[in-house]
C-alpha cells in the first residue's frame, strides 16, 4: 500500500475492507469473539416455535417491509438491491419467521448437494460480523430449504444442514437453487447465532424471482447477491448480528510508544513490545488493532 505523504485528514478505514484486505492476502486479523461456552445445535432449537403444519402454506410475516426503499446495483439479471456493505454501527439483519418446516439436530455439513441434485447448483458465500463489524469466528449456520421441486424433506435431513464460521468469520454453503411453491418465491432459511449469544432467524432471497413481488414475507434487505458460476450461480451474503463488540481482541502493550486513542498518519513511527512499526495508514488506533494485529495498518522495522 503506497504511503501518502502528508495526508490532511485521513478518511474513516471501513473495517470490513481493512479486514477482507488482511485475508485476502493471507494476514491474520483481530476477532472479537465471546470467550462463553457456545450453545450447542440441541439447546438452539429449544429457543425456536416452530408450527406443525402439513401444507406449504407458512405464515405471513413481517408485511410491508418489501416496500422498504434500498439501493440498487446493476448486474447480470439487471438491477437489484444488494447487501449493505459491513461499517462500524451498522444495523443488524433483519430477523424473519422461522416457518413450519425447521427441524432441529441437522448434520453437520456445508455441503447440501452433489453433482448428482437435480436443480442449478448453487454457492453461497460470506461473513458474520457483529455490531462494530468485526468477524465472528464458530458463529452457528443453521440451513435448510425446499428441494428444486418446492418440497421440504420432514422424514430425513435432505438440504438441511449446520456449520460454523472459520477464524476469519466466513462460511460456505454449497447447494442448489430452491424451487418454487404456492405462495412464497424462492428462498433459503438460516439460523445463525454467535458464541453464547442470541439465535437470529431469517431468510435469504434472491434478486429478479417474479413472486418477489407477491411474496408479503419477501424483504429486500435480504436479497443475496447473485452471479452466474459455470452451470449454476455464486451468491454472497454478510449477516451482521446483534452482538456488541466494544474494545477487544488485543491487550494494551506492555511497553512501547503505541497507544490507544491517537490519531496516527502514514509515516508515523512506533514501538511495540521492542519492535519499531511504520504508520502505513492513517487511522486513530484502539484496543485490539496494537501494531502486531493489523500489518493493513502498520508494518515492522
Request: one cysteine or more.
Amino acid at each position: 500500500m503506497p504511503v501518502p505523504e502528508e495526508p490532511p485528514a485521513p478518511p474513516a478505514i471501513s473495517r470490513k475492507a481493512l479486514l477482507k484486505a488482511a485475508v485476502a492476502g493471507g494476514l491474520a486479523v483481530p476477532l472479537l469473539v465471546d470467550t462463553g461456552a457456545f450453545a450447542n445445535d440441541a439447546s438452539a432449537a429449544d429457543h425456536a416455535d416452530h408450527a406443525d403444519h402439513a401444507d406449504h402454506t407458512e405464515p405471513a410475516g413481517n408485511v410491508g417491509q418489501a416496500g422498504h426503499a434500498e439501493p440498487v446495483a446493476t448486474g447480470p439479471a439487471g438491477p437489484r438491491a444488494i447487501t449493505p456493505a459491513c461499517h462500524d454501527g451498522d444495523a443488524p439483519t433483519i430477523d424473519q419467521i422461522e416457518g413450519p418446516y425447521f427441524k432441529p439436530n441437522s448434520p453437520q455439513r456445508t455441503v447440501l448437494a452433489g453433482p448428482g441434485t437435480p436443480g442449478t447448483p448453487l454457492t453461497v458465500t460470506g461473513v458474520v460480523y457483529g455490531l462494530s463489524c468485526l468477524p465472528i469466528a464458530a458463529a452457528l449456520l443453521d440451513f435448510w430449504q425446499a428441494d428444486d421441486g418446492g418440497d421440504y424433506d420432514m422424514t430425513g435431513f435432505t438440504f438441511r444442514g449446520h456449520q460454523y464460521t472459520d477464524a476469519n468469520g466466513n462460511f460456505t454453503l454449497t447447494t442448489i437453487v430452491p424451487g418454487l411453491y404456492p405462495g412464497r418465491t424462492k428462498h433459503i432459511h438460516v439460523k445463525v447465532q454467535a458464541p453464547n449469544q442470541p439465535i437470529l432467524t431469517t431468510q435469504l432471497y434472491f434478486p429478479g424471482v417474479p413472486q418477489n413481488s407477491t411474496d408479503t414475507i419477501f424483504d429486500a434487505r435480504l436479497l443475496m447477491d447473485v452471479t452466474p458460476q459455470g452451470a449454476g450461480e455464486a451468491a454472497a451474503f454478510d449477516f451482521v448480528l446483534n452482538v456488541p463488540q466494544g474494545p477487544g481482541g488485543g491487550n494494551p502493550p506492555p511497553s512501547g510508544t503505541w497507544v490507544a486513542g491517537h490519531a496516527y498518519k502514514a509515516g508515523d513511527t512506533v514501538t511495540y513490545n521492542g519492535v519499531t512499526y511504520v504508520c502505513l495508514q492513517g487511522h486513530t488506533s484502539q484496543v485490539g488493532w496494537e501494531p502486531p494485529n493489523v500489518p493493513s495498518l502498520w508494518q515492522s522495522q
